[in-house]
């Protein structure tokens, strides 16, 4: 990191801290321009990091094991069981997963040691990525991974029980479209559970849009926030349950 970076860096958090110093001594006008102020020097801090990790993004180096790795590990590991406990809830425990945006493969890695039974596949756009991930795949292809677009799925209609996707949302190109091939390859029933960083992904003002320009019915796709903490509260979850076809009569 340059020290000019690092120094433009510094001064966007920075902002975010004197803005939200600004929030307890103002009226409340200026206390709506202090947030706004945080909020934006926070997603402009957040966004020049993530920038920076894309570009030393490598699962083999010491920078991402020493850092990265444990840094993620408890969102892959909240993802796994948010997803192993609705599979039980739901009693598929050979359910067919799909992990969208997968990268080296450390949430599939994390989904297929709990759910032993399930059919699990990894995606994701950047062929070093799937090569990768590849190392962890098991004999019979109860856990592969394969090249792919987020926004058109190389699946067939209904084909998975459960998408899962982490930190992935704000990079698609188009979030709608995505959401619609989510939509198609997911069964009856089927569940769809989207991580991303707070800051920078849909706003839930924006939700609507999207929801109906993906084909969903109004409120078929939901923002939550997660609990469980300060780390917990850095992120966003998007929900999508796709109904079940009531049983014909007897």
Same mark, same amino acid.
């Given at each position: 990191? +340059?020290?000019?970076?690092a ?11 004197? !803005? ?25 801090? &957040? ?40 599979? &039980? ?8 997963i ?5 990268g080296?493969g450390?949430? !599939?890695?994390?989904?297929?040691s709990?759910?032993?039974a399930?059919?699990i =596949? ?16 098991t ?12 926004? +058109?799925?190389?699946?067939? &209609?209904?084909?998975?029980? =459960? =998408?899962?996707?982490?930190? +992935? ?6 979030p709608?479209?995505?959401?619609a091939e ?8 089927g ?27 109004p409120?078929?796709l939901r ?9 917990? +509260?850095?992120f &966003? ?6 109904p079940?076809?009531p049983?014909?009569?007897a």
């Amino acid at each position: 990191m +340059s020290r000019w970076t690092a120094r433009l860096f510094a001064a966007a958090l920075g902002s975010a801290v004197v !803005a939200g110093g600004v929030l307890a001594l103002s009226t409340e006008p200026r206390r709506q321009a202090a947030r706004f102020a945080a909020r934006r020097s926070a997603r402009w801090a &957040a966004l020049w990091l993530d920038d920076r990790v894309e570009g030393f993004f490598e699962p083999n180096s010491p920078l991402y094991a020493r850092i990265f790795a444990p840094a993620l590990s408890p969102l892959y590991n909240r993802a796994a069981d948010d997803v192993a406990g609705e599979l &039980a809830s739901r009693g598929r425990g050979q359910a067919a997963i799909l992990d969208l945006g997968c990268g080296p493969g450390d949430l !599939a890695v994390r989904l297929a040691s709990r759910l032993q039974a399930a059919r699990i =596949v990894g995606l994701d756009l950047s062929p070093t990525m799937i090569d990768l991930a590849k190392r962890h795949e098991t004999p019979g292809g109860g856990l592969r991974f394969v090249v792919g677009d987020a926004a +058109s799925l190389p699946f067939e &209609a209904d084909s998975f029980d =459960v =998408v899962v996707s982490t930190l +992935s949302l704000h990079h698609w190109a188009e979030p709608a479209a995505s959401f619609a091939e989510i939509r198609r390859v997911l069964r009856p029933g089927g569940l769809a559970l989207v991580y991303d960083l707070r800051l920078l992904t849909i706003e839930s003002t924006a939700l609507p849009a999207v929801t109906r320009k993906a084909g969903l019915e109004p409120g078929e796709l939901r923002r939550e926030r997660l609990v469980g903490g300060p780390a917990a +509260s850095l992120f &966003a979850r998007f929900r999508l349950e796709v109904p079940e076809i009531p049983a014909e009569p007897a």
